[in-house]
């Protein structure tokens, strides 16, 4: 099967739209694609380069032809479900940051670059005569074609959405701000009280590193956004979500795209990257907070006049 990268790049920029359906919704691509420059991104020279290292540092987890084993597959329609409506910036990042995941870290940034290379090649992306450099704006600017998903009837109401997965994953994200998801647990820190209550933040750090949570947690946050605008759902009152409204889909919107600034920050194990990008998490919950939730004329029964909700 050919590669579903081997046609069009996308330049970033073009504005993204969530799209609501009778049957399928997604954050959809630029509707107008610019084709791989004749020149290419990079040389064969550099993917050649690439090729020798994936052998040596990649091929054990991912396959010596690319096609997954212990980690995914790096090239093909599984490749580009995962990496679709990215920026190379963030596929740089992860291998720079991440890979491999028992020795992370250690990679330089022209071998990062080599080994983008050699991924781009796989996937039959035309090759040029200047090397690809590791270069934020350039990388950037690079994205590679998103994808559709189908939707299925809704089985909760928004707010049971709400505090089942956008509330404790947001919290897992704002408790970087204060603490560190690179330090080691102290003994006999996670699970303290655990008979008495149910930790959201501490409920994997006996499985996972802090850094996992905190990508599992921008993750969830991203994908989950668009079940906002999943058709036939209803608020906690009874009203249907206003799925087909022009400021509801733009608050969905900075949801989703706050969860990827969140994995994004998560990716460079920095904490402040983290923690500043929180803000961004903070602001798009404020927004529909504002004109959807926050209804002022409660009443003893109804103090937070929850009846109110779900309209402008």
């Keep these: 099967m050919p590669s579903l990268f081997n046609r069009y790049l996308f330049p970033l920029g073009k504005s993204y739209a ?26 064969e ?5 690439g090729r020798q290292l994936y052998q040596s540092r990649c091929a054990p987890c991912h396959g010596a032809s690319m096609g997954g084993g212990l ?10 479900a995962a990496w679709g409506g990215k920026p190379l910036s963030q596929l740089a990042s992860k291998i720079r940051n991440t890979m491999p995941p028992d020795d992370s870290g250690k990679l330089t940034l022209p ?3 080599d080994l983008v290379a050699h991924l781009l090649r796989a996937d039959r992306i035309p090759a040029g005569t200047a090397d690809l450099a ?5 990388l950037s600017t690079v994205i590679l074609p998103g994808r559709r998903a189908v939707v299925l009837p809704p089985a909760g109401n928004l707010a049971q959405v709400m505090r089942g997965i956008m509330f404790p994953s947001s919290n897992m994200i704002f408790n970087v701000q204060t603490n560190d998801p690179g330090l080691p647990v102290a003994k006999g820190a996670v699970g303290q009280g655990a008979s008495q209550s149910f930790s959201w933040v501490d409920w994997g750090a006996g499985i996972y590193k802090g850094w996992e949570i905190v990508d599992y947690a921008a993750i969830a946050v991203a994908d989950s956004a668009p079940l906002m605008l999943t058709p036939g759902r209803r608020c906690e009152n009874g009203r249907l979500v206003p799925v087909n409204r022009p400021d509801w889909i ?26 500043d990008s929180s803000n961004q998490l903070s602001d798009s919950c404020l927004h ?7 209804k002022p004329g409660g009443t003893a029964a109804d103090p937070s006049n929850k009846a109110a909700r779900c309209q402008p």
């Design 288 to 294: 529909c907070h504002e004109v959807y939730r926050d």
């Design 134 to 138: 590791y270069d934020e704006k350039i």
């Design 45 to 49: 020279v550099q993917a050649e380069r």
């Design 250 to 275: 733009r608050f969905t919107q900075e949801m989703a795209q706050a969860g990827r600034a969140a994995y994004a920050a998560a990716q460079t194990r920095s904490q402040e990257a983290v923690s």
């Design 71 to 80: 980690a995914p597959p790096l090239t093909g329609t599984t490749f580009a």
């Design 18 to 43: 969530l799209m609501a359906g009778a049957a399928v919704f997604a954050l959809s691509v630029p509707l107008i694609a610019q084709q791989v420059p004749g020149r290419g991104l990079y040389s």
């Design 111 to 113: 071998q990062v670059v």
